[in-house]
């Protein structure tokens, strides 16, 4: 029997975001890789159909839903591998053990934080680490977009990250620079944004590798980021990316590099193709076909 996924999520709220779903951009990876699948959930136009109706024929369901699980049915009775991808599981990992509890028979955990691949080991599962990715689809480096800004930040706002941007945008003042900051822009305007940046100021908050991280790779920006649990086994943290540990990293290495636009353009394009090769949904899905038919 040839794979079959039905892949479950809610919609995204924004519609300027909805492409950039995880559910849209595994379809599409699937579409690539030759595996047939659909998704349903809330607010999908699938979500008419009844799920026992539309469960016939697959054999592998893949949740995504991260946070709304009310309208998730009971999965007990389904026959082939469920999978669930606990994406923001360092933020919400009691509400993803609820929900594994409640919803029946799920052998397959994927975690993007490493560090909460141990937090299932009371539970009949197998637990493993599944990094986040980004959707070369719908992310590149754009060629017609100039990086008119020595550095960036496109992302939401956090009391502890935006402390850290005020900081760092005091101190390139000092040497005549500022940071380009686009707060709360999302899908197409989110790749514009960052392709106009030479270096992408990132933070990834509660140890998780964030979106973002692929996101601005895939955009040939520079990726300046905080040293973060698994980053270095993703990437070489020495060619590939710009981190930062202290406070005194993040301001000699900000100053060196809006100073030095050509070493950062190295770096840029070493971290670009890293993530083409290694990072997007279309080598994940990949991986997880790999390991549920091994």
């Known amino acids: 029997m040839k794979d ?34 659909t998704v349903w959930g809330k607010d999908y136009p699938t979500f008419i159909i009844p799920f026992e109706q539309i469960i016939k024929g697959f054999n592998i369901i893949l949740i995504v839903e991260n946070y709304d699980f009310d309208w998730i049915p009971n999965l007990e009775k389904f026959n082939g591998t469920k999978v669930f991808w606990s994406i923001d599981g360092h933020l919400v990992i009691d509400k993803h ?9 799920v052998e397959i955990v ?26 070369d689809d719908l992310i590149t480096n754009k060629k017609d977009i100039k990086k008119l800004n020595r550095m960036g930040f496109c992302g939401s706002s956090h009391e502890k990250r935006d402390e850290v941007v005020n900081k760092l ?21 989110m790749v514009n944004a960052i392709n106009s940046y030479m270096i992408h100021f990132n933070m990834n908050i509660a ?11 895939g955009c040939k920006t520079m990726l300046f980021t905080n040293h973060t649990s ?15 540990s202290t406070e005194d990293d993040l301001y000699s290495n900000a100053i060196e590099f809006v100073n030095n636009i050509q070493k950062s353009m190295v770096i840029a394009n070493a971290g670009y193709e890293r993530v083409k090769k290694d990072h997007t949904y279309f080598v994940r899905m990949k991986h997880l076909i790999d390991a549920i038919n091994q």
């Open 230 to 244: 698994g980053i270095d086994l993703l990437f070489d943290c020495e060619k590939e990316l710009l981190l930062w």
């Open 207 to 217: 140890e998780d590798i964030n979106y973002r991280t692929f996101e601005t790779m």
């Open 97 to 105: 053990k609820e929900f594994f509890r409640a919803v029946g028979g």
């Open 169 to 189: 945008d005091k101190k390139l003042k000092e040497f005549n620079f500022e940071i380009k900051r686009d707060n709360l822009v999302i899908g197409d305007n």
């Open 110 to 135: 994927l975690n993007s934080n490493m560090n909460c691949v141990p937090l299932w080991k009371d539970f009949k599962c197998e637990s493993l680490w599944f990094p986040n990715c980004y959707d």
């Open 4 to 37: 079959k996924v039905l892949i479950i999520q809610r919609a995204g709220e924004h519609l300027l975001n909805r492409e950039f779903r995880e559910s849209l951009s595994i379809k599409r990876a699937f579409d690539r890789l030759g595996i047939e699948s």
